[in-house]
């Protein structure tokens, strides 16, 4: 149990276009799902906070305009980087917090496989 | 959310035990302690947590000193498949407070040598 799924896990795309990156927890409800950006050899980095039904929480210097966010259901969260530039390739990494306590009676957090976007 | 330090690379040769220590020395009272780890190219995966007992699970155990201050993560047969990078992680729980993301550091490259 507790899959996060992304889809794509690489897209390829040109300067100046959008790209959208979908995270779906497949068998538990998440209200709040987290995303995140790694550069070459550099660890995660947290992008934004989404939670269901309400406008994301951007971390400082991410800019909301390009990085646009949708929660629209429980279980889906979108990315969509608009008017991408090469220096926006990167692997991007979305996690779901469970609604629920899991059995040791903490809300855990799972993590997708990662999407990696190259834009030349 | 508390600092932690881990060491940027450690070998391990395949079967014995991987010891991975990571310090965290201003820890605070509510703060747990969460072990990650990244295999190339794929997204974070939890292998453990805890707040001031040791703690094991089909993965690994986790053994946090009686002074909090430092604790060290023990995968007991390490394979090549554990080769991956271990992000320690000091926060408050998730359960009921707040939905924060992770802030991982850049954790410790462990090497599974054949």
């Known amino acids: 149990g507790a899959v996060v799924s992304q889809h794509p896990s690489w897209v390829i795309c040109k300067s100046g276009t959008s790209v959208k990156i979908e995270c779906r927890s497949l068998?538990?409800?998440?209200?709040?799902m987290f995303w995140y950006r790694q550069f070459p050899k550099q660890s995660l980095m947290l992008m934004a906070t989404s939670n269901e039904g309400s406008k994301a929480t951007y971390e400082q210097g991410v800019e909301k305009d390009k990085f646009l966010i949708n929660h629209a259901s429980l279980t889906l969260s979108t990315l969509t980087v608009t008017s991408a530039h090469p220096e926006d390739s990167s692997f991007y990494i979305c996690?779901?917090?469970?609604?629920?306590?899991?059995?040791?009676?903490?809300?855990?957090?799972?993590f997708g496989p990662g999407t990696r976007l190259t834009v030349t | 959310d508390a600092k932690t330090t881990q060491p940027p690379s450690m070998d391990c040769a395949e079967g014995r035990a991987a010891n991975l220590p990571c310090n965290h020395s201003?820890?605070?009272?509510?703060?747990?302690v969460y072990w990650y780890r990244q295999i190339h190219s794929q997204g974070p995966q939890y292998i453990i947590h805890g707040l001031k007992n040791n703690e094991t699970n089909e993965m690994a155990s986790l053994i946090i000193t009686e002074d909090r201050k430092s604790s060290t993560l023990i995968l007991p047969h390490a394979t090549l498949r554990d080769t991956a990078v271990y992000y320690c992680i000091v926060r408050a729980s998730f359960s009921g407070g707040g939905a924060d993301g992770l802030t991982f550091g850049k954790g410790t490259h462990l090497i599974i040598q054949p």
């Open positions: 068998d538990f409800q998440a209200t709040t």
């Open positions: 201003t820890i605070s009272g509510n703060e747990y």
């Open positions: 996690s779901a917090r469970s609604i629920a306590p899991g059995l040791a009676g903490y809300y855990e957090q799972y």
